[in-house]
């Protein structure tokens, strides 16, 4: 009898099987955590890889030629994907987010976003269907993306200047191809973008008025695109980017910086759980919004679950183990039994690592091993 060989890459967050409860959790819609935190949003992992080599994300110096990514039979299939969202939406998800690694580099990737915008909440509703990318092959994309239902993108770009921003992705690549996709995606009607840049003290801080001017031009010239800037505190996802608090920049810094330009006026979160605090500016240029994930702790509204590329459910972006729904998906579990299962997970959860971190920084994470951001995404 042939001995079943576990590839390294897939025990490198090893984590239990959620047990199936004795007493069924059925699936209403309301959802609720430990601390009264509803499930809304869940992002979904397809994939490990990326083709940037951020530093604060993916280190060239460890993710190189010999790092060993998920293989191809680890990952879920595109149909396990969609069995569990159908699960998620049915607890309460009404937001589901595609993101990587870089998730476009997942071949194929319109027939997933075609079958989860076939989903409906429990009240009929469609779901917000949005995607996060680097944008470096999304100008030959957008257009069938939008037409296999994906609605919205996020775009991840660290600065304007040429130079910065290929000192940044450390894989040589030019800033033109990823505005391009940008252009590309406004044109497909895949909006509002959001523009994410994540800000490194001694290394892009120059880049935050360029990118504001930029954007706030692209809003006045085309009104309709409605691209939405916002700048992100450097934060300490995994133990691979040599995360040092002197290299944040704290958001209201980044604030005052931008008052000092132009006016800007506050605006109520759009939904519940919103991650940024939100400004526009007074002459009506679009608006800005800052993740305060470092200086001003948002656990107390999280609403997110995260769902890796191999089928490990993460209740945290700072989580240190997950749960493991790709077994129970390819042992023959029933769904009902998947779905209470995935109930009790999250009814469970308290998990509140940034508020955690202000009050004891030295060990807000318990002392296990951070999950990596390429690994279960933003």
Not at 141 to 162: C, F, H, I, Y
Not at 189 to 212: D, F, H, S, W, Y
Not at 284 to 302: H, K, M, R, Y
Request: glycine content about 8%; proline content about 5%; hydrophobic content about 45%.
């Amino acid at each position: 009898m042939g001995e079943t060989v576990i590839p390294l890459a897939d025990l490198r967050y090893a984590a239990p099987v959620p047990a199936i409860p004795r007493q069924a959790i059925p699936a209403t819609g309301l959802l609720s955590d430990g601390l009264g935190r509803p499930l809304r949003d869940l992002r979904i992992s397809v994939t490990d890889r990326c083709n940037f080599r951020c530093s604060y994300c993916m280190p060239k110096e460890i993710f190189d030629r010999d790092y060993l990514f998920l293989p191809q039979t680890s990952l879920l299939s595109f149909e396990e994907i969609a069995r569990l969202a159908r699960m998620f939406v049915a607890h309460g998800v009404q937001k589901i987010r595609l993101t990587g690694g870089e998730p476009l580099l997942r071949k194929g990737l319109e027939a997933l976003i075609a079958m989860l915008a076939e989903l409906r909440t429990p009240e009929g509703a469609p779901l917000d269907i949005t995607l996060t990318t680097n944008g470096s092959v999304l100008a030959r994309k957008a257009a069938a993306l939008q037409r296999a239902g994906l609605q919205r993108v996020t775009v991840s770009l660290d600065g304007l200047d040429d130079a910065v921003f290929r000192r940044m992705n450390d894989v040589d690549f030019p800033v033109a191809d990823v505005l391009a996709g940008i252009a590309a995606a406004a044109a497909a009607g895949l909006g509002p973008i959001k523009i994410n840049m994540v800000v490194k003290r001694g290394t892009n801080e120059q880049e935050i008025l360029p990118m504001a001017r930029h954007f706030r031009e692209l809003n006045r010239q085309h009104p309709g695109s409605q691209i939405v800037l916002r700048f992100i505190e450097y934060m300490d996802v995994g133990a691979s980017n040599g995360w040092r608090m002197d290299e944040v920049l704290p958001s209201a810094e980044v604030l005052r910086m931008l008052q000092a330009e132009w006016p800007l006026l506050p605006l109520q979160a759009s939904v519940a759980g919103e991650t940024a605090e939100r400004w526009r500016y007074a002459d009506g240029a679009g608006e800005v919004g800052l993740i305060s994930s470092v200086t001003q702790a948002f656990c107390q509204d999280c609403n997110r679950a995260r769902l890796s590329t191999e089928g490990k459910l993460f209740l945290c972006l700072f989580a240190t183990q997950g749960h493991d729904l790709r077994t129970l998906l390819r042992n023959g579990t029933p769904d009902a039994d998947i779905s209470s299962a995935l109930g009790a997970v999250w009814a469970r959860r308290d998990d509140r690592y940034s508020e955690l971190r202000a009050a004891q920084p030295t060990d807000a994470a318990g002392g296990g091993r951070r999950v990596e951001m390429h690994y279960i995404g933003g």
